[in-house]
Nanobody, 123 residues
């Protein structure tokens, strides 16, 4: 089992920044990579960014490229999402998720989920 705990959400004005953190515990060595996904009210959950534990490159949705950066600290078993130039349309609950294999795409599937953290961007 893998446990994921997100933090860092909050209220920010458009153009501002936030950094989300996801602390992983348990059998983290068994996972392939981590992703951030988000769900806005009335909308389907969507992929935001992903990263492998063994690599340095991040993978991003087109809507956040150039504004968001995903990174990881293997020693701390923590994944971060630095969000800059935030827009009101970035408002959503952001979820951290872990995947056991590289099968599929960064859209999914994911095997473990955090509880989510709310990000609200005011105009």
């Amino acid at each position: 089992q893998v446990q994921l705990v997100e933090s860092g959400g909050g209220l920010v004005q458009a153009g501002g920044s936030l950094r989300l953190s996801c602390a992983a515990s348990g059998r983290t060595f068994s996972t392939y990579g981590m992703g951030w996904l988000r769900q806005a009210p009335g909308k389907e959950r969507e992929f935001v960014a992903g990263i492998r534990w063994s690599g340095w490159s991040g993978y991003y949705a087109d809507s956040v490229k150039g504004r968001f950066t995903i990174s990881r600290d293997n020693a701390k078993n923590t994944v971060y999402l630095q969000m800059n130039s935030l827009k009101p349309e970035d408002t959503a609950v952001y979820y951290c998720a872990a995947r056991l294999t590289g099968q599929g795409t960064w859209q999914g599937p994911y095997d473990y989920w955090g509880q989510g953290t709310q990000v609200t961007v005011s105009s």
